[in-house]
Each structure stands twice: as C-alpha cells, then as structure tokens.
C-alpha cells in the first residue's frame, strides 16, 4: 500500500466504504461502473489511464471476510470480481520456460490447477493471490503444454521441467466458496442491509398495516 494512503487512513479513518463503482472482469481489465451500469449489472467502462491502474494496483487488498478493495486514500472501494480476485497470463520465453503474470504484472507461482465446467482454467499459489483465472487468450498456449483426459475434467499442466500438475474439475459456482473470497461485496452489502433489525423492522411494520 502507498504510504500516501497509509497517511490518509489514519488522518479520515472512518470515510464510508463505497461497493459497486469498480470491477475487475475476467480479463484482468479495471472498468468504472456508474449508477447505469450498476442498475443494469454491466461490466461497465474499462479504466485506460495508466498511472490510475498503476494506483489501483499497488493499493488492491482484501479484508477479513474475502471481499477485495481498493484502497482510495481514505475510502476503501469494494472491488466488483466478474470471476476470481486475480488474472494471469500465460508466456512462453525463447527456452521454453513458461511463466505466469498476474493483472499488476507480479509473477504468479502456480502450485494447483483446475478445470471448470466452460473449459476455463484457475491456478492456486502459496501466496498473496490465492486463485487466479487464466486469461481466455492463452488458453492455446495452455493446451501445448497440458494433457486434458477424454473426460475433458481432468488432466495434468506440465508447468516446469520436473513439476506437473493435475488438473482437478470444479464448478464455477464453487469458486468463491472454495478460495473464500466474494464476488460482489454490494449484493453482500444489500442483503446486510435488507436482514439488518431496523428493515425487517420497517418490513413487518409495513405487512401489519397491510394485513
């Protein structure tokens, strides 16, 4: 985290948090969402300034209960995911080492591998990513490399010289619960609310002078 932002925190410590603004899509894009967007469940419009994604990047965290923010000086903005926290892509150096880079261009160190239902597929590390969805554009360069079993639900990614891993089948619908973390801290935030005592208090309110 930029110590500019750490000094932020602790000058305006109590700035509401804000969900829904931004997402991070299944391609490793930032995109801004404005009240349209969020009404519509779009994606919304990829973010293309540079120093702003470098900010954004450098300042992406997650809290306790898996919900994954960026730290905007003294707000914490609730991250959107379109399908896992981090986004690798796959490379192939001149002497055929391969490689893995996450969405913020650090080196990705992959210890698991799985296969969901749509073909895509998710890496594990031992470190701050937890599990990342490979970019759908090197999903070829991933078949030179991998065995996919005639169940096409299983197989072995041969990472390194010496290191292969296999392949193991997951539903997408299983992910987050998986690698604990959540995919949209606004509908988790709007069901907080909907169940907090003072709406279901309003609720029952309104349905007894209905009844």
Known sequence: MD????????????????????????????????EAAQAQR???????HDALLGFINRNYEHDESGQWYFQNGPQRVYVELEYTPWIVRLAEAADGTLTLTDQAGAPFTPVAAWLDEA????????????VALLH???????????????DAQSGTFHWRA?????????TRAEVPARFRFVASPADAANAANAASPANTANADQHASQNG
Not at 5 to 34: E, F, I, S, Y
Not at 42 to 48: D, L, Y
Not at 138 to 145: G, M
């Open 3 to 34: 110590d500019i932002v750490k000094q932020a925190l602790v000058r305006w410590p109590n700035v509401p948090h804000c969900t829904g603004w931004l997402l991070l899509d299944a391609r490793g894009n930032w995109r801004m969402r404005d």
């Open 42 to 48: 779009a994606s919304g419009t990829p973010i293309r």
């Open 119 to 130: 073909g895509s597929i998710l890496f594990a590390d031992n470190g701050q990513h937890g």
């Open 136 to 150: 759908d554009h090197d999903l070829d360069l991933f078949a030179e490399h991998a065995t996919i079993g005639d």
């Open 162 to 170: 010496g290191t292969a891993l296999p392949l193991q089948p997951i």
